[in-house]
């Protein structure tokens, strides 16, 4: 791996070096690996520098995470089996009982949770505050804050943390920071670079891109992914499958591809649906109308990401709608796929969950999360435009 590798070749070269003659990472699905002899045997597991044990460590494994760490610019990554095993194991690294958290709203449901009722449970406290301000954001910060856990753009509502002014009040008070860049991702995003300690993902999502692995992973510095991989990940066991972890290395080789134009596709649908006389808002960061506009090409320069929020006039019946009418996109949850996924939380995900506290959360009546695909645009918008039911 060179220095100077921009990030498409570093994609597609990073860990071909672990097996030179292979012109594609070869898979290992092996759960132990024999030593020849009890010294070899014993120098393994003093110097762990090489296979022993797949919970532990696996060669394919080894080059979906130098994948990941060589997108984020960190030293080193641990893969896991999902990206919650990634949000919690990143969590369970840094606090111990008496510590304090302090969360971003607008968080993954699964996050969300286990930031407000795991992790009291085990005697951590927490608190969760609009990041949108850093400066209304401090007043939440206590003398045993141990974590900043941020996620930008936020769920559903799309807006964004202030990373480098967040990342910047954690470091004046020796607080830690773990950002999920789940929906930026690194080809957007690098919160690395703006003083994050540790980026959490759900490779399920689009560095895999395809569908069809479950897996997540943690990038930072050598110390605390070293943490992360001997206590959590190892003695909580949420290691990935070396089979998911090949899927997902080989959805790296052309994410960067992909994801250019998950954010072309994206932008150019927010547009349409903005003019759209069925749509009351729209909520991508990257068009005008986004409060945060700015923040968002100085923070996200390489484009809005895969996923635009919008607001239909006619409320929850319209939603449901356009749920039994779309063809071409498909009625699921999740995001990051090469084929588009469309969902109407208040009729479906959110379905059981009292319309106070679903309003609360920003999931209004008509509001559709929209994950764009790479089919070509003309035909998502025809599809979307069959389905729009006019407002009569
Ligand atoms: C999907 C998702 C997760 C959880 O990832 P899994 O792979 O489903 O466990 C965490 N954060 C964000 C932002 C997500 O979209």
């Given at each position: 791996m060179k220095q100077s590798w921009r990030l498409d070749t570093l994609a597609i070269h990073?860990?071909?070096?672990?097996?030179?003659?292979?012109v594609s990472p070869p898979l290992h699905m092996a759960n132990t690996y024999i030593f020849d002899c009890a010294e070899q045997a014993a120098q393994a597991f003093d110097l762990e520098d090489q296979p022993i044990y797949t919970r532990w460590g696996n060669p394919t494994t080894t080059v979906m995470e130098q994948k990941v760490a060589a997108l984020e610019g960190a030293e080193a990554a641990v893969a896991t089996s999902s990206g919650m095993a990634a949000v919690t194991a990143a969590l369970l690294a840094l606090v111990e009982s008496g510590d304090h958290v302090v969360a971003t709203t607008g968080l993954y449901s699964g996050s969300y949770h286990f930031i407000t009722e795991d992790l009291p449970r085990y005697g951590v406290a927490t608190t969760l505050a609009t990041a949108t301000d850093p400066a209304a954001f401090e007043a939440a910060l206590q003398p045993n804050t141990r974590v900043i856990y941020l996620e930008s753009p936020g769920n559903p509502t799309l807006m964004l943390n202030d990373i480098a002014a967040l990342a910047d009040l954690a470091r004046s008070r020796g607080i830690l920071t773990i950002i999920d860049n789940t929906f930026a991702t690194p080809f957007n995003q690098r919160p690395l670079e703006m003083d994050i300690d540790l980026v959490v993902h759900s490779a399920t999502k689009f560095l895999g891109g395809h569908g069809d692995a479950m897996g997540g992973a943690v990038a930072g510095s050598a110390r605390l992914i070293e943490r992360i991989l001997k206590g959590p990940i190892r003695r909580m066991g949420g290691c990935i499958s070396p089979f998911n972890a090949w899927l997902i290395s080989r959805g790296i080789m052309t994410f960067p591809l992909r994801m250019a134009r998950h954010n072309a596709n994206a932008l150019q649908i927010a547009t349409w649906l903005d003019s759209h006389p069925s749509v009351a808002w729209i909520r991508y960061p990257w068009h005008p109308s986004h409060p945060q506009v700015d923040l968002a090409r100085r923070q996200m320069p390489g484009g809005g990401g895969g996923v635009v929020v919008f607001e239909l006039r006619g409320g929850l019946p319209a939603g449901v709608e356009l749920m039994n009418r779309v063809?071409?996109?498909?009625?699921t949850v999740s995001l990051g796929d090469v084929r588009s996924l469309i969902t109407h939380?208040?009729?479906?995900?959110?379905?059981?969950?009292?319309r106070e506290v679903r309003l609360g959360a920003g999931i209004t009546d008509g509001l559709v999360r929209f994950a764009v695909g790479l089919e070509d645009p003309e035909d998502i918008i025809a599809d979307l435009d069959e389905a729009l039911t006019s407002p009569s």
């Open positions: 990073t860990g071909t070096d672990l097996a030179p003659q292979d063809e071409l996109c498909a009625r939380p208040a009729s479906t995900t959110h379905h059981s969950v009292p």
